[in-house]
């Protein structure tokens, strides 16, 4: 139902830009998150939205380098990560969760997408 796309190998310093689609087209009313995993660590909260894109937030780590938006009428999120370290180094997921607000604990998600996978070369 959900698919992330857009990770890649990209040197520190560098730019993406991640999208995640829902195929079914049901996430409009939902508020959306990007979570990572990197190997060996736990799974982490990135960046949240709300329904209308209205509100967002994000975790410390990433705030001021990454941007969350959405445009509901392609049922797509995005996430937008400059400045990229190689501790953003993971594979990114986009959740949709169970209500119209977003929240950090993955445990209020309800449907998941397939990761991609990011890399961030020194």
């Known amino acids: 139902q959900l698919q992330a796309s857009g990770g890649g190998l990209m040197q520190a310093g560098g730019s993406l830009r991640l999208s995640c689609t829902d195929s079914r087209r049901t996430f409009s009313n939902n508020g959306v998150g990007w979570f990572r995993q990197a190997p060996g660590k736990e799974r982490e909260f990135v960046a949240g939205i709300n329904w209308r894109g209205g509100s967002s937030t994000y975790a410390d780590s990433v705030k001021g380098r990454f941007t969350i938006s959405r445009d509901n009428a392609k049922s797509t999120v995005y996430l937008e990560m400059n400045n990229l370290k190689p501790e953003d180094t993971a594979v990114y997921s986009c959740?949709?969760?169970?209500?119209?607000?977003?929240?950090?604990?993955?445990?209020?998600?309800?449907?998941w997408g397939r990761g991609t996978q990011v890399t961030v070369s020194s």
């Open positions: 959740a949709s969760a169970r209500s119209a607000y977003a929240s950090r604990s993955p445990e209020l998600y309800q449907y």
